[in-house]
């Protein structure tokens, strides 16, 4: 198993941090206690800008959840079309060895699903098996390419594909004056990935897939997620997160390593998500890394922010174009995210 290609689409609208800032205090200060913590907030995120699926001007008349997934629809198909072309132009595999579609999202809902109606755009073998995967978040990235190997590895013969399509700016909450609410709106941004995962009779140069696993972690799942109300998706964002992933990201990884003969000396190159600074600084501490063995993960972050399940995706991108690890090196591709949990993948060069 390896994957095929990867290509990853973001909207054509970019905007510095400190426009994004003022349209926070423009939309806000009147009813904050304390404006200049948006100041703080969106300094301490690391992040230099975000693309938006809509102009700025266009959120403030998105005052329903119907309007805000409406768009999230249109959108979510568009970006997650133009991706999908860009992975299968660059995969070696033929349109008829495409077996599975697994599609990734957790800031809006749509039946058909996006995955449907991609299909009914792009010249797509119509047996193809849909698999649209919901409620994963920031893990699903991750997760997706795992149960993408899964099926490639019981069809050898053929391809599975992983769409992640992810427009965080239409879950912003206008009304919600919460932490995790302003901390959001300060650090996700919207984009879009593609992954064509090859079985091993398929023909593909890059990495190996060599194991997955997955891990849950009872009584946590109050730590991240939604609660879903009449104006949408309003976040949960524990300040306990980096604490869970200090505690239980480490153990898990060596456990993982050692069912592969591996040790974490072996692993070349760490491919992790973006989750933010506290997150990928607790990553750090819990796998005694230096800051620069997560360079390609903290510029993602400065350059497009969190994506939520996109994001990993984005950094296995920067591996594959810029920072090529050396042939036969080890990686560990990881994210975390609702439940709590997080999916482990072993990768080689």
Known sequence: MRIGSLATALPSRRYPQEILLQAAHLAWDKHLDNPPILDRL???????????????????????FREKNDAWIENARELGCHALRQALETAQVKREQIGALFFVSITGIANPSIDARILNVLDLPRHVKRIPIFGLGCVAGAAGIARAADYVRAYPDQAAILLSVELCSLTVQADNLSMPNLIATALFGDGAAAVVVAGGDVPATGPKILATQSNLYPQTEDAMGWDVTAN?????????????????????????????GLHRSDITSWIMHTG?????????????????????????????????????????????????????????????????????VLLQW
């Open 276 to 344: 933010g600074p506290a997150i990928l600084e607790a990553t750090a501490d819990a796998l005694d890394l230096p800051k620069q063995a997560l360079e390609a993960s903290w510029d993602c972050l400065r350059r497009i922010g969190n994506l939520s399940s996109a994001s990993v995706l984005f950094v296995l991108e920067d591996y594959l174009l810029r920072r090529r690890p050396p042939p036969s090196s080890y990686s560990i591709l990881a994210a975390m995210g609702p439940g709590f949990c997080s999916e482990l």
């Open 42 to 64: 969106f300094r301490r995120v690391d992040v230099d800008g975000r693309h938006l699926c809509l102009p700025l001007e266009a959120y403030p008349a998105l005052a329903t």
């Open 232 to 260: 949408g998706f309003e976040i949960v964002l524990s300040p306990k997160v980096p604490d869970i992933v200090r505690q239980h990201l480490g153990p898990d990884v060596d456990a993982f390593l050692a069912e592969n």
